[in-house]
Nanobody
Framework: QVQLVESGGGLVQAGGSLRLSCAAS????????MGWFRQAPGKEREFVTA????????YYADSVKGRFTISRDNTENTVYLQMNSLKPGDTAVYYC??????????????????WGQGTQLTVSS
């Protein structure tokens, strides 16, 4: 079992930055691909970014490429999402997820077994 707890959400103005954190329990964190997904009101949960367990390859949705950066610290069992140049369209609940998945499949939310409760990000214009 893996338990995930997100933190760092809040209200930020457009153009601003914020960093989300996701702390994981368990001793097998390093063997999980970690992903960030988001869900805006009335929309499906969508892929944002992921970082694989085996070689640390990051994957990004086109909408956030060049603005968001994912990283992980396996010694702290934590994954981070640095978000820059935020836009109102980034407003959503952001979820951290863990799964034994590799490669392109890291974009697929159904590949993830464990999810956090989510943290709200609101970007004002």
């Amino acid at each position: 079992q893996v338990q995930l707890v997100e933190s760092g959400g809040g209200l930020v103005q457009a153009g601003g930055s914020l960093r989300l954190s996701c702390a994981a329990s368990g001793r097998t964190f390093s063997s999980y691909t970690m992903g960030w997904f988001r869900q805006a009101p009335g929309k499906e949960r969508e892929f944002v970014t992921a970082i694989t367990w085996n070689d640390g390859t990051p994957y990004y949705a086109d909408s956030v490429k060049g603005r968001f950066t994912i990283s992980r610290d396996n010694t702290e069992n934590t994954v981070y999402l640095q978000m820059n140049s935020l836009k109102p369209g980034d407003t959503a609940v952001y979820y951290c997820a863990a799964g034994r998945v590799a490669g392109w499949a890291a974009r697929n939310r159904y590949q993830y077994n464990y999810w956090g409760q989510g943290t709200q990000l609101t970007v004002s214009s």
